[in-house]
């Protein structure tokens, strides 16, 4: 009989294989083996597909993208975005990355430590160590089992209509909620019957390890193991001092521990198989993102040669098409929805959802079946196979497409269709949303390049835009001689007349040709000479930047109006471009500089808003006449999402006395919408069910405001034909920043 050690007389220490017999050892690494094996083989594939798509660079100051993509993943910045499902996943995610880690220690002991220190010298999990890992692994299991279950609640029981569900899904879900529940049950057992014995021979003294004080550090164990003594399914002592071991319990530990090593082995050699995958693939494609100015597409490389031959490649016809990094984006994915969520062409009723385009390019890289957003599932057959007419299945219609996923034309096969690709309205709100960082617009320019340039196939609405633009130097089709018009009777001098000027003021088309546009551009002029600015325009030199006809897809016609655009700036003198046009800004600032534009080098690029919050607290603007109005602020796409500005207009609002600045209730600054005017949209007649614009001029009015605000044209232009067309243009005020501070300026003199 040996002696009993009660309380903390044992030091605390973790016997990694209790109860088990030694075979076991090898079975778990055949298992690691095969399980890791399979993982990194799957990968491999993986890497393969990627490396079929078209070369990119993307390795540019890698330590700087090193950086952000650590603190992006371990900080979870984009997933917390989306508050509520950011919260779960941030549980998963650190639950998760506790447990991986606490496993990690174990076989760091149990393979490395002690066979090279010896079983003294090499443990790890003992002592205050092994107090504190017990009790962090307790705490962040139950954190992890808790983010599993509202996981499960979330995807099965609300059903969030940006969520879809494939077999693997529930595979993930179930797989990791029996590896931390039998976690824990194993970890039950092992309390509530393991004993160590301490010394030899006659020495031999025995130690219950329940007993032990530093057992309660597993402060969710623990608890489950008085259950387990409860009901006996834990070692006992008889009155004697005899050590008494319920059998069942130690037969059920060993069931339960084989079963959970299986589970989790079967889990591992699966990552790659699901949407699981996203562990490695997201941190890698936000290692790759691009690091250019978010405002700036690639330019396409060779692109008057390619014109030349006889079937020229621009823009994507097929999957082979897709640079690596566009590819890899397909297998980043999570299919968690945010992009969709906040598509303003999904809001409308269209076919366009990121998500779904993203997700059918992922089925057919790994060669299908295609799943459709309407349910519909297109399956491959071998070119030459015999023609079949689409057929239902348990209720699911499947279509049959000839081909292989590398070669097979996506427009043309309906993979992608017109109004998907049309519908886009280049807002980025899906990339901003994105915790993988995938390129969605860019996917649909290149679309549209291909449909522009090679195929002809594009709406009537582009084509009048783009031949205004070739012919006329703007998108309305108006003669150049009428591009000052706007300016009658204001006094505005020109480059041509100056030579050299302080700031350029780029007009840009709406405001030089759109009647309430024109409002802004004079508004602007008046405050610049009230400010006493120096200041010129191009007049009629000035011509299109271009930004609706690379929208649409037309690059060759973009890089003729940049080039000229370009050769006419780089015959005068100016420090800024001012421009009151967010596309302009966006195009001059971001884009111009690929073709040789000296935009950060010869001068600044400015908006309209930041240059009057400059002149605001320069003290060159007064405003003092109240303006008595609830406002609220629509942030354009091309100014706020695309160059990240948001508080210099409000900050000019806020200076007016008397005027009320209120937000458009959760959907302001990066979480606007689309006034529905961008992608070459503000020309197009729609293509959901609901115009974009009407579903934007609700949300802002909220807080039933007596103006909306706005600091870019095709705002003005779609907000102006959404209160038409809702009865609210009498009732309900559509001014630029811009005016709105000239009402309060009101007599300033003009400076000297």
Known sequence: MHEILFNSQVIAVREIYWNLPHAVEYVLYLFAIAAIGTMFYKMYQDILLWRRGHATVRSTNFASRLWSTTTEVFGQKRVLRDRTPGIMHTFIFYGFL???????????EADFTIPIAGEEQGKILTGGFYQYYELILDVMGVVFFAGLLWALWRRYKTKPTRLDNRGTDAWVLWSMIFIVVGGYLIEILRLANQTMTVGEGANAVTAIVYEQGWAKWAIFGYPGASVA????????????????????????????????????F??????????????????????????????????????EEELEKDEPKLGITSLSDFSWK???????????????????????????????LITKMSDLMHGGPVLKRDGTVMMLQPAGATAAAPTVSNGVKIEL????????PLYEQGIVTENELWACTTCRAC???CPATIEHVDDIIDFRRNLTMVMGEIPSGVKTVLQGIERNGN??????????AWADGLEVPTLAEKEEAEVLYWVGCAPSYDDRSKKTARAMVQLMQKAGVDFAILGDEETCTGDPARRMGEELLYEQQANTNIETMGQYKFKKIVTTCAHCYNTVKNEYPQFGGKAGVDYEVVHHTEFLNDLVEAGKLNPTVPVNEKVVYHDPCYIGRYNDIYEEPRNVLTSIPGLELVEAGPRNREKAMCCGGGGGNAWLEGWGDKHVNVIRLEQLQTE????????????????????????????LGRKDVAEILLQSVGDQPPAA
């Open 98 to 108: 506790a447990l991986f880690i606490g496993t990690d220690i174990i076989a760091a």
């Open 229 to 264: 003594r409860a009901i006996g399914l834990g070692v006992e002592r008889a009155a004697d001092g005899t050590i008494i071991h319920s059998q069942v319990a130690l037969w059920i530990h060993r069931v339960l521990w084989l079963s959970h090593m299986a589970v989790v």
């Open 266 to 303: 079967a889990f591992v050699g699966s990552i790659p198989f699901t949407k699981f995958r996203h562990i490695f693939y997201t941190p890698l494609n936000t290692l790759f993102r691009d690091r250019d100015p978010k405002g700036a597409l690639d330019r396409i490389p060779n692109m």
């Open 326 to 356: 566009r590819r890899m984006d397909f297998d980043a994915c999570m299919r968690c929805g945010r992009c969709q969520d906040n598509c303003p062409a999904f809001a409308s009723g269209s076919d366009l959802s990121p998500k779904w």
């Open 401 to 408: 497409l000839e081909g292989t996923p590398e070669t097979l």
């Open 431 to 433: 990339m901003t949303e």
């Open 475 to 484: 998108p309305w089709k108006l003669p150049q001689r009428q591009r000052t």
């Open 704 to 731: 039933k405001p007596d103006t909306v605000a706005m600091g870019c044209p095709f705002c003005m232009v779609m907000f102006e034909d959404a209160a038409k067309n809702t009865n609210q243009s009498e009732t």
